[in-house]
Nanobody
Framework: QVQLVESGGGLVQSGGSLRLSCAASGSFFSINIMGWYRQVPGKERELVATITSGGSTHYADSVKGRFTISRDNAKNTVYLQMNSLKPEDTAVYYC????????????????WGQGTQVTVSS
């Protein structure tokens, strides 16, 4: 069983900063891509940023230059540093990871965290 546990959400004023963390735990042999997504009520979940095990990153246009994704492979943890936050960044942020597990065979599975609320006041 693999678990992703997020932390770091909260309430911040416009222009402020927050840092989200997501740690993977459980029984697995590797983690490939890790990422952050966000969702507001009534809308589809959208990609914020992803990072490969080798450190290659990808960002949504709406957060480029303001958010930075990073990871610590030794700790199986991904981070999202969010600067210059705007009210439109308000959402539940979800961690996602492509995790390799061994049951009968080796296989890759997609896991999600429980979500953490980020609220940016104007």
């Amino acid at each position: 069983q693999v678990q992703l546990v997020e932390s770091g959400g909260g309430l911040v004023q416009s222009g402020g900063s927050l840092r989200l963390s997501c740690a993977a735990s459980g029984s697995f042999f590797s983690i490939n891509i890790m990422g952050w997504y966000r969702q507001v009520p009534g809308k589809e979940r959208e990609l914020v940023a992803t990072i490969t095990s080798g450190g290659s990153t990808h960002y949504a246009d709406s957060v480029k230059g303001r958010f930075t994704i990073s990871r610590d492979n030794a700790k199986n943890t991904v981070y999202l540093q969010m600067n210059s936050l705007k009210p439109e960044d308000t959402a539940v942020y979800y961690c996602n990871a492509d995790v390799g597990v061994f049951t009968v065979t080796y296989s890759w599975h997609d896991y999600w965290g429980q979500g953490t609320q980020v609220t940016v006041s104007s």
